[in-house]
């Protein structure tokens, strides 16, 4: 089992940044590929970014590209989201999860683990 944490949420203010971190306990986060993942009040939950079992590969919806990067530290067995120039169209629960495989997905139904979220509000 895998257990993984989200922290780093909060308000700000659009135009501003965060950077959430999502920490894994019960086993290394070496062998999975992981997303991250948001979903805003009314809608389905969706990819944002996801990088691969080696950090050597990484997507990102078209929404967050250029502003969103995803990074992973073995070491400390988490995995980061920076979000810059944060507009209201990102406030959303944000979720992290991790997947047995090499590549992360883009489908939430691929992942095997997911944390229970954090609230990213951005004011306008």
């Known amino acids: 089992q895998v257990q993984l944490v989200e922290s780093g949420g909060g308000l700000v203010q659009a135009g501003g940044s965060l950077r959430l971190s999502c920490a894994a306990s019960g086993r290394t986060l070496s062998s999975y590929a992981l997303g991250w993942f948001r979903q805003a009040p009314g809608t389905e939950r969706e990819f944002v970014a996801g990088i691969s079992r080696s950090g050597s590969t990484t997507d990102y919806a078209d929404s967050v590209k250029g502003r969103f990067t995803i990074s992973r530290d073995k070491s400390k067995n988490t995995v980061d989201l920076r979000m810059n120039s944060l507009t209201p169209e990102d406030t959303a629960v944000y979720y992290c999860?991790?997947?047995?495989?090499?590549?992360?997905?883009?489908?939430?139904?691929?992942?095997?683990?997911w944390g229970q979220g954090t609230q990213v509000t951005v004011s306008s």
């Open positions: 999860a991790a997947v047995l495989f090499d590549i992360a997905p883009m489908t939430q139904e691929a992942y095997h683990y």
